[in-house]
């Protein structure tokens, strides 16, 4: 059963911060899960923005890279996406997944594709105004 459950989403004014939490029981590092946030904005398809690997490293899509940080605190079974300087083009709706299955290639690229995550949580939206 998926138990990923996002949380933290709203609406939040350009060049402003929000983080996303998201609960994540049983998915730790431990038993091999990576995990990632993938975004959905209206009329686009999806984007693997963000995504943090079993021994802790990080890759981050061009779009947000020095502006968003991958976290996971493994005590709290928590993983969490610290947002600054938004802007309207992060408007969407922002999911957090894990996987297990070790692709071809670099885990820095892979982490990056929404395909190379089995378990997806519902989703949370963000809205950046200007």
């Known amino acids: 059963e998926v138990q990923l459950l996002e949380s933290g989403g709203g609406s939040v004014q350009a060049g402003g911060s929000l983080r996303l939490s998201c609960a994540a029981p049983?998915?730790?590092?431990?038993?091999?899960?990576?995990m990632g946030w993938i975004r959905q904005a209206p009329g686009k398809e999806r984007e693997g923005i963000a995504g943090i690997d079993t021994d802790g490293t990080t890759t981050y899509a061009t779009s947000v890279r020095g502006r968003f940080t991958i976290s996971k605190d493994n005590a709290k079974n928590t993983l969490y996406l610290q947002m600054d300087s938004v802007n309207s083009e992060d408007t969407a709706v922002y999911y957090c997944?894990?996987?297990?299955?070790?692709?071809?290639?670099?885990?820095?690229?892979?982490?990056?594709?929404?395909?190379?995550?089995?378990?997806w949580g519902q989703g949370t939206q963000v809205t950046v105004s200007s």
């Open positions: 997944a894990a996987g297990r299955l070790r692709w071809v290639g670099s885990p820095m690229e892979w982490l990056l594709q929404p395909n190379s995550f089995r378990d």
């Open positions: 049983g998915y730790t590092s431990s038993t091999g899960y990576y």
